[in-house]
T-cell receptor, first 113, second 112 residues
């Protein structure tokens, strides 16, 4: 069974640009959650999508947005990039029902110059 | 705000030693998960504990969930070099099962 796939693995952008990251969940999983991982703040929850609707949201500015498609694939967009947005962005999928664990992809490493 | 405090932050031990990692909070969690992450990869789920007082064993790893569901521990017996990595605890709290709150992590180095 294929795992969670994130593309691209690496991205380099400059301040002010915008970026879109993609996540394909495990087949049959309807929930996709996004996390930001930095050395200083650790892993922080961004948002969760379930059946194309945002179900949960973390404490990040509106520059961070996402969406989910009918096939459960999800994209995350960050606009007006800042140096502090440099991080590993991880997505995790689960069935989305009950207390089912999340399974993570290997992330997209975003570097802002 | 729900927080998870994980300790120790760093652990450097010799192969064969035992170790315990702690994850504590003043909040109740509906479940708690332990992950291990290696450089350049995403966290890999080790175990989920749901019931207060629950103990789960995974070979040389023993996971315990506190009776009040506010704390958890991971004990490794006879550590091996392959256990080296970043260990993360994560709690599913009030926000929902998929809004995980992570501890800061314990970076474990096991030397031969």
């Amino acid at each position: 069974k294929a795992g969670v796939t994130q593309t691209p693995r690496y991205l380099i952008k400059t301040r002010g640009q915008q970026v879109t990251l993609s996540c394909s969940p495990i087949s049959g999983h309807r929930s996709v959650s996004w996390y930001q991982q930095t050395p200083g703040q650790g892993l922080q929850f961004l948002f969760e999508y379930f059946s194309e609707t945002q179900r949960n949201k973390g404490n990040f500015p509106g520059r961070f947005s996402g969406r989910q498609f009918s096939n459960s694939r999800s994209e995350m967009n960050v606009s007006t990039l800042e140096l502090g947005d440099s991080a590993l962005y991880l997505c995790a999928s689960s069935t989305g029902t009950g207390n089912q664990p999340q399974h993570f992809g290997d992330g997209t490493r975003l570097s802002i110059l | 705000t729900q927080l998870l405090e994980q300790s120790p932050q760093f652990l450097s031990i010799q192969e064969g030693e035992n170790l315990t990692v702690y994850c504590n909070s003043s909040s109740v969690f509906s479940s708690l998960q332990w992950y291990r992450q290696e450089p350049g990869e995403g966290p890999v789920l080790l175990v989920t504990v749901v019931t207060g007082g629950e103990v789960k064993k995974l070979k040389r790893l023993t996971f315990q969930f506190g009776d009040a569901r506010k704390d958890s521990s991971l004990h490794i017996t006879a550590a091996q070099t392959g256990d080296t990595g970043l260990y993360l605890c994560a709690g599913a709290g009030r926000g929902g099962y998929n809004k995980l709150i992570f501890g800061a992590g314990t970076r474990l180095a096991v030397h031969p």
